[in-house]
T-cell receptor, first 114, second 109 residues
């Protein structure tokens, strides 16, 4: 248990569906991250929020839309996804964005797009 | 470009020692992380090296040589529960984490 939870753990959706992934951290951290993890590939950083403000968007398609209502919660809204978006989506948090603080990860949501 | 290289897969025997290597070429360096990830679970933090040398933490040790752009994770007295993927990540000059693709370690009895 790392103090970061994610729901759902598994999700199957069609290309026309709309769904949301949820992440919650209980560590009192101020920075939260969304990563995409595909088989045999490095983790891809998607979005970063620092003190609830989005600080990075690494050229992620607009069909992925993040939301950070407060420092403890992070959402990833999904719509009109493509089969190549099937992957493990990991949420992480750290004390702050600056200074290279250690990131703590949630268990991920395994997403399958049909 | 920035690059992290580590072997895709390694196999070792229970009770033995294994060394997982990681080489990197990055824009600057602010430290190197090792994470362990069991199948279907969260990556969990193992170690952080920013200075050259060996850091020992129980059965696990991590070594760094900044001049060579090289690190390794050493696992001693291997147990079946050590079967997992091991991720190497480097913090570049902008404090961005650059990740390797991970090394899947298989432990055989």
């Amino acid at each position: 248990e790392t103090g970061v939870t994610q729901t759902p753990r598994h999700l199957v959706m069609g290309m026309t569906n709309k769904k949301s992934l949820k992440c919650e951290q209980h560590l009192g951290h101020n920075a939260m991250y969304w990563y995409k993890q595909s088989a045999k590939k490095p983790l891809e950083l998607m979005f970063v929020y620092n003190f609830k403000e989005q600080t990075e968007n690494n050229s992620v398609p607009s069909r992925f839309s993040p939301e950070c209502p407060n420092s403890s919660h992070l959402f990833l809204h999904l719509h009109t996804l493509q089969p190549e978006d099937s992957a493990l989506y990991l949420c992480a948090s750290s004390q702050a964005r600056e200074g290279g603080e250690t990131q703590y990860f949630g268990p991920g949501t395994r997403l399958l797009v049909l | 470009g920035q690059n992290i290289d580590q072997p895709t897969e390694m196999t070792a025997t229970e009770g033995a020692i294994v060394q997982i290597n990681c080489t990197y070429q990055t824009s600057g360096f602010n430290g190197l992380f090792w994470y362990q990830q069991h199948a279907g679970e969260a990556p969990t933090f193992l170690s952080y090296n920013v200075l050259d040398g060996l850091e020992e933490k129980g059965r696990f040790s991590s070594f760094l040589s900044r001049s060579k752009g090289y690190s390794y994770l050493l696992l001693k007295e291997l147990q079946m529960k050590d079967s997992a993927s091991y991720l190497c990540a480097v913090l570049d000059s902008n404090y961005q984490l650059i990740w390797g693709a991970g090394t899947k370690l298989i432990i055989k009895p």
